[in-house]
């Protein structure tokens, strides 16, 4: 059964950093892009961050300098740094894998709240 379990959110004062982790299981964990994805209430879901099987890392504009994404193959883990976070970063964050060649082949954590206070 494949499981990604997210960790890390809370709450933080506008500034402040949050470390976020994603545990996978269930899956060749090598093969797979992983990704930070963060849904804002009332709005659509919406690209963070990724990284690729062989560690290359794209950023959307609004979080680069800021967030830094990194895997561990050997854990299975996939972490964001979020630094200098602001109200705006305050959402719901989830942890994608997609297998680097059958790419329908994708997978969704629960979520985990961050909450930016200004």
């Known amino acids: 059964q494949v499981q990604l379990v997210e960790s890390g959110g809370g709450l933080v004062q506008a500034g402040g950093s949050l470390r976020l982790s994603c545990a996978a299981s269930g899956i060749a964990f090598s093969f797979y892009a992983m990704g930070w994805y963060r849904q804002a209430p009332g709005k659509q879901r919406e690209l963070v961050a990724t990284i690729s099987s062989g560690s290359s890392t794209n950023y959307a504009d609004s979080v680069k300098d800021r967030f830094t994404i990194s895997r561990d193959n050997a854990k299975n883990t996939v972490s964001l740094q979020m630094n200098s976070l602001k109200p705006e970063d305050t959402a719901v964050y989830y942890c994608?894998?997609?297998?680097?060649?059958?790419?329908?082949?994708?997978?969704w954590g629960q979520g985990t709240q961050v909450t930016v206070s200004s």
């Open positions: 994608k894998a997609q297998h680097t060649h059958f790419l329908t082949t994708v997978y």
